[in-house]
């Protein structure tokens, strides 16, 4: 059963920064999408960053000049690199991977770090 595994999470004051990593365990042959959703109690989940195979990168707005995300296609992995953390960054982030290029629901989702940032 292929899985994804998320760390890097936890307790940072704001202005601070943190790096999620995402790798996978077991059998994910084809990864062209890899992205990071987060996801607030009681809210949708929300689209944080994205990369595909072919270097296409997106960012929501809120994260913009903030977040960088990075993948290692060697070791399947993808990175969240996150600056000027913010109290409104509090959220578990999910990480999740596809084999297609333009994804709206990714079809392996790892289950979620926290991370909390205290002002």
Known sequence: QAQ???????????????????????????????????????????????????????YADSVKGRFTISRDDDKKMVYLHMDNLKPEDTAVYYCAFDPHSEVILPHYWGQGTQVTVFS
């Open 4 to 58: 994804l595994v998320e760390s890097g999470g936890g307790l940072v004051q704001a202005g601070g920064s943190l790096r999620l990593s995402c790798a996978s365990s077991g059998s994910i042959f084809d990864v062209n999408f890899m992205g990071w959703w987060r996801q607030i109690p009681g809210k949708p989940r929300e689209r944080v960053a994205s990369i595909t195979r072919g270097g296409v990168i997106t």
